[in-house]
């Protein structure tokens, strides 16, 4: 057997087990191999049993005592007792089992445990104490029972790894298969520790060595010493195939050349009613210097909610209109795009440009898509603004030079793959509005250039952010709106075919605008409404035809209506850190002050501190950092679209010196050998093209 057999054929395993296993992610040898535990247990301090009384509930001891006799009892209902009492020379306890039973039922629950548990025998057990109605007993979490004192235990006297399991698949099955690829394999595992040179950052092991020791440690300093060491393997690895794919992209020329010409960018900046603040005049000069160069243009552009990054983005998007070519601006959603089409129609009145709406709805009608696409293909239109309806292989550009991709991690790898084939090496800006801590841009993004607007604009006043009851917030609410104001309630949509959801905003519409709003125009808007009829409540909404719009999380990104000052988030607990603070970014986009209210019970401690946070700061990058520890980093940027697998061992917030450490590794790899020729990289090399390989075309598009 080897890295790439399958775990169905270890011995004990078979079939079903395999089945378990794959539900876990676990197929081959090699994966069961890099199936880290997800904590230890220090089992190495076996405690006299009168010491472990004494410990208080929520901390687990390990002991060895002697087995007495046994009961076995009804407790209530159907749920039975089994109690052993146990012993040693220090005290006396009752270990407690519970199972439930039909009271008509012919078998014993209690059968395993009567053969373990036989009168005079010795067991470990690792438990925690119970105090119930003013008695004492132990709860076990688990035992080894022991025939022979003087052999050592399998799973006592030692650091015991904890695995994610299912309920047909065990942590005895998980450790002995384990056991067995150890055994069998892990010399076999890709290893480039020889080329890693010393440093006291992390201790340079084999790769073997380090899954080994990750596995059954010693210690657990000896078990977070081996996660880093791999952790270093791993973020050279993916930090090489990033410098690589860097790289692929330096060498390669773009057809379109830039010269700043200001025949539209001067009337532009002039007919604008505000000033780039500093920040944006600093990204817009980093995007142009790209443009300039021969090479094709690769930035992500980071900006908080309302920081000003269309106007950004618009910016070059003139420099390549004046320069003769087409653009592109790529939306996630239609009401998105028809916000993004309406606004840069506003900032754009006067200059000659023309811009057309490519949406799924907009070319259902048959003489606007004919037309459009012809329009298109004889270079027409300068700026197409849609949805990934303009990917479709139907749509044809004339001359395409610049695409924008916004709220890009919404998009997966293959859309955007589809948008760069619509030319010949375009020149790309992602855009961003969730923040990306350092550590997990360097991760993901390497070598990606990155540009960030960290300052609002000029006159915007920090959201004021409350945890309240809902009289509060909707007296609040009838108060702004009497000044002017307008107001969003939002209703958590998981899923916007969730009815039981969708019903529960759609009735409080009903309930709002008969009660609290009866003097008031009530709006509603969800998800499984039709895009143009999202799009008419929107222009409504716009133009304060509504004074109160009751939506679903479909508001969540790039709606702007500048008059909007309150924001009530109901059931708040249900959304995430970013959604949270994403909805709230819909209001203080003017120069009034600006207030969200957070309604409803925390459901957990999580939640709790969800709400906590949200209304401690308005900082962006602050709400990623703790996004980022609460929830990690998949979550948070749909990692699994980049076409990256998630770090085994590395940790991008625990591991931020070695992401360094690897991503200056990989850099003067690549320098001085831009193909990996030379004999000693021929490690790092193969392990890269077998990883990434197939997907080195792709990673700076993730």
Do not use: W
């Amino acid at each position: 057997m080897d890295l790439e057999s399958k775990v169905q054929y270890i011995k004990g395993i078979g079939p079903k087990k395999a089945f378990a296993f794959e539900r876990l992610g676990v197929k081959t040898l090699a994966d069961l191999m890099l199936f880290f535990p997800y904590q230890y247990q220090d089992r190495n301090l076996i405690l006299p049993l009168n010491q472990c009384l004494r410990m208080k509930s929520d901390e687990s001891f390990c002991t060895l005592v002697k087995i007495g006799k046994t009961y076995q009892k009804r407790s209530n209902n159907n749920l039975y007792m089994f109690e052993v009492e146990v012993s040693d020379h220090t005290a006396k306890t009752y270990l407690r089992f519970f199972r439930k039973k039909n009271p008509y039922a012919n078998f014993d629950p209690f059968s395993a445990l009567k053969k373990d548990f036989e009168f005079g025998k010795f067991v470990y057990v690792c438990a925690k104490n119970t105090r119930s109605f003013g008695f004492n007993f132990v709860t076990p979490q688990d035992y080894e029972i022991v025939d022979d004192l003087a052999r050592p235990p399998r799973n006592f006297k030692m650091i015991l790894p904890i695995y994610a399991a299912t309920e047909t698949l065990s942590q005895k099955d998980i450790r002995e298969s384990i056991k067995y690829v150890l055994q069998n394999c892990v010399q076999d595992y890709p290893d480039i520790s020889d080329i890693i040179a010393q440093t006291p950052m992390f201790e340079n092991l084999k790769a073997c060595e380090a899954i080994h020791n990750l596995h059954f440690p010693q210690s657990l300093q000896e078990a977070e010493t081996a996660r880093r060491a791999f952790a270093a393997q791993e973020f050279i690895i993916l930090q090489t195939a990033l410098s690589l794919s860097r790289q692929k992209i330096k060498l390669s020329q773009k057809d379109q050349k830039y010269e700043i010409k200001k025949t539209l960018l001067t009337p532009f900046k002039n007919n604008l009613s505000f000033e780039f603040t500093n920040a944006q005049k600093k990204c817009i000069r980093e995007i142009f210097e790209d443009m300039r160069r021969s090479c094709p243009t690769n930035r992500l552009l980071m900006g908080d909610v309302g920081s000003g990054k269309t106007v950004v983005a618009l910016s070059a998007i003139l420099l390549a209109i004046e320069n003769g070519y087409q653009t592109m601006f790529v939306a996630p959603t239609e009401i998105l795009a028809q916000q993004h089409f309406e606004n840069i129609k506003a900032l754009t009145a006067g200059l000659d440009v023309k811009i057309a709406l490519i949406t799924s709805s907009e070319l259902m009608r048959k003489k606007v898509r004919e037309k459009i696409l012809a329009d298109l293909e004889n270079g027409e239109i300068d700026i197409a603004v849609g949805t990934h309806s303009l990917l479709e292989d139907r749509v044809k550009f004339k001359n395409l030079s610049f695409v924008v991709v916004d709220e890009q991690h919404r998009f997966g790898v293959i859309q955007k793959l589809q948008a760069l084939r619509k030319s010949n090496n375009p020149d790309i800006l992602m855009m961003t509005a969730t923040p990306i801590p350092r550590a997990l841009a360097l991760s993901v993004y390497g070598e990606m250039d990155m540009s960030t607007i960290d300052a609002l604009p000029k006159g915007r006043a920090p959201i004021k952010t409350f945890y309240s009851q809902e009289h509060r917030a909707y007296s609040f609410a009838i108060d702004e709106i009497k000044k002017g104001g307008q107001v969003y309630i939002v209703y958590p949509l998981i899923d916007e075919s969730d009815k039981v959801q969708l019903k529960s905003a759609t009735e409080s519409a009903q309930k709002l605008s008969l009660s609290y709003f009866k003097d008031f125009s009530v709006g509603l808007l969800h998800g499984r409404m039709p895009a143009s009829q999202k799009a008419e409540v929107m222009e409504k909404f716009k133009a304060k035809e509504f004074d109160v719009l009751i939506s679903t999380s479909v508001i969540e990104v790039g709606v702007d209506v500048p008059n909007a000052t309150v924001m009530i988030i109901e059931n708040a607990s249900n959304f995430g850190l970013s959604a949270l603070h994403q909805l709230r970014g819909r209001i203080g986009r003017g120069t009034k002050q600006a207030y969200c209210f957070l309604l409803g019970p925390a459901k957990n401690e999580n939640a709790q501190a969800r709400l906590e946070i949200i209304t401690k700061t308005n900082d962006g990058f602050k709400i990623a950092e703790a996004d980022l520890k609460m929830r990690g980093p998949g979550e948070i940027l749909g990692t699994a679209q980049h076409g990256f697998a998630e770090f085994k061992a590395g940790h991008i917030l625990k591991d931020a010196d070695i992401i360094e450490f690897a991503k200056d590794f990989a850099r003067n790899a690549i320098e001085k050998d831009p193909k990996l020729q030379d004999p000693q990289n021929a490690k790092l090399r193969d392990v890269v093209v077998k990883n990434f390989g197939h997907k080195l075309m792709l990673i700076n598009v993730g």
